[in-house]
């Protein structure tokens, strides 16, 4: 029975579905993007939701609303117009319905759904059991067979594998939501536990975006003479690149702002580093509010990790400004690792009919699932894919990058180290490990998997040139191929 991860973060909602076989994929919601706004636009008694509705938001700010998941309640929306007293919790049903409907599009029917919910969710007070209650029905009465909830932030965690995080250790985790930043604060032991949540409502994504946006408005009158304010049209238009900017930035070196109209094409070309000066105030504002935490929930004696959840990561300078800080190891998640984590984590979660056996989970407990319980000590597993070609191998590629293989034995490793002859992911949490060893004796490669990994396939089986080593850790996967390669400076035109 396939499992659907749904990430509720109110920048957008994210999609991951695993399947019985292990195998995942991101759900596309929305046309050339895997993320469903949570926006809504109100206009002729009609409404409008996910990307469309939020590029009108700058534009008709009264005709939007993106606060029905922020604030899911029954407070009365600020809508003008045909929809000047709907509810909150109307407008999230009526969200709901067309995110199922773009769900079955791509997969069908749904069998079990595990919902990565924003921490304010699941805090010990009413509103908190307001907001569960109406999400869990909501979402079953519109057909979602929900197993569980879950912390968005442990389950974005969770995604990345814990193996080989240090019993003891903290986790801080900060997430940049439209409404407010979090930040979580979690104890390794075997799981995690919550020990620390804080909102920050003057701090979110929207703020940020439109002091952004203003900037970036009044800068490009000055450089191009143009106001994009006269034509609503081409301001919704610049609002939508400049959003797209501030996610992407981090990417490039450098991205521009265009505005075309009938008589001319008006271009601003923005460089990481002046879109970094024009961040840095909210960016200074964030820092201090990590380190205030860090002061206060780390413990003295043990060593600390600082993950980024995707919408944190993409800020233009906020990673450099923590680890400039030196505080501890600073990770980046993937977009989608909230969704994936949620889907992950209950994978093996019963479907409940009554709402109050919905299982809830603030951080994540290892005995509490004894799948997790078994595989912890796993670090990772290695699966070797023959291609049947008889050519030795030279190098092996990863991310685009050779390494040759050269000695009698080639390291691979993951977690930042001069260690190891090959790095598979820089980005893993905890301390570097060794995952496997490619033997090179005579003409025979083989490979030996280290202590803690498993290894699917033949222990002797002799690795030839076309051959792919996949790296499968909780969260991510690597895939490493042997290649031969033919030395062009040989004058007689040999192979190697």
């Not at 895997?34 to 469309?52: I, N, Q, V, W």
């Not at 995110?99 to 969710?121: F, M, Q, S, T, W």
């Not at 701090?203 to 970036?216: C, I, V």
């Not at 505080?327 to 984590?341: D, N, Y």
Request: overall charge negative; hydrophobic content about 40%; proline content about 2%.
């Amino acid at each position: 029975m396939a499992t659907l991860g749904i990430e509720l973060s109110d920048v957008g909602v994210n999609c991951v579905v695993i399947e019985d076989d292990g195998a995942s994929h991101v759900l596309k919601l929305a046309d050339g993007s895997d993320s469903f706004p949570a926006f809504a636009y109100a206009r002729a008694g009609e409404l409008t939701f996910g990307s469309d509705a939020q590029e009108m938001a700058f534009v008709y700010p009264r005709r939007t609303c993106s606060e029905f998941i922020d604030d899911l309640s029954f407070q009365v929306t600020n809508l003008d117009g045909h929809y000047s007293r709907l509810m909150y919790s109307q407008l999230a049903y009526k969200f709901f319905v067309e995110l199922a409907d773009r769900i079955k599009n791509e997969i069908g029917e749904i069998d079990r759904a595990v919902i990565a919910a924003p921490g304010h969710y699941l805090e010990d007070n009413e509103k908190s059991e307001e907001r569960l209650g109406l999400l869990l029905g909501i979402l079953s009465d519109i057909g979602i067979p929900v197993a569980g909830i879950v912390d968005m932030a442990a389950a974005g965690l969770h995604s990345e594998g814990l193996w080989n995080v240090p019993e003891g250790e903290r986790i801080f985790h900060i997430d940049l939501l439209s409404k407010a930043t979090h930040i979580t604060v979690f104890h390794k032991h075997l799981g995690l536990e919550r020990v620390y949540f804080a909102r920050f409502p003057q701090h979110g994504f929207s703020k940020m975006l439109e002091r952004f946006t203003t900037s970036m408005s009044k800068r490009f009158l000055v450089e191009t003479s143009f106001d994009i304010t006269e034509d609503r049209t081409i301001e919704r238009a610049f609002h939508a690149q400049t959003r797209d900017m501030l996610f992407n930035l981090g990417r490039s070196n450098e991205a521009s702002l265009e505005v075309s109209t009938r008589e001319k094409s008006r271009q601003m070309v923005i460089s990481k580093d002046l879109a970094g000066k024009e961040l840095a105030p909210q960016v200074k504002a964030l820092t201090q509010m990590i380190l205030r935490a860090v002061n206060d929930f780390a413990n003295s004696d043990e060593e600390i990790q600082i993950a980024l959840s995707g919408r944190a990561a993409a800020i233009q300078g906020l990673k450099g400004a923590i680890v400039s800080q030196g505080i501890g190891l600073v990770k980046e998640l993937q977009p989608e690792s909230g969704a994936f984590g949620a889907a992950s984590y209950g994978k093996n979660w019963d479907v409940v009919h009554k709402l109050e056996e919905t299982r809830i989970e603030v951080g994540i407990s290892v005995l509490g699932n004894p799948e997790t319980l078994d595989v912890r000590q796993k670090i990772a597993t290695i699966r070797v894919s023959k291609d049947g070609r008889s050519l030795n191998p030279t190098h092996v590629v990863c991310d685009g990058l050779a390494y040759e293989l050269s000695g009698d034995s080639f390291s691979i490793g993951i977690g930042e180290s001069e260690l190891f002859d090959l790095v598979a992911d820089r980005n893993i949490a905890g301390k570097p490990v060794e995952l496997c060893k490619l033997k090179l004796a005579g003409e025979r490669l083989t490979l030996a998997a280290s202590e803690g990994v498993a290894f699917d396939g033949e222990n002797d089986a002799i690795l030839k040139a076309g051959d792919a080593v996949e790296v499968l850790m909780q969260g991510s996967r690597k895939r490493l191929l042997l290649i031969h390669c033919i030395d062009l400076g040989n004058q007689g035109g040999d192979s190697v």
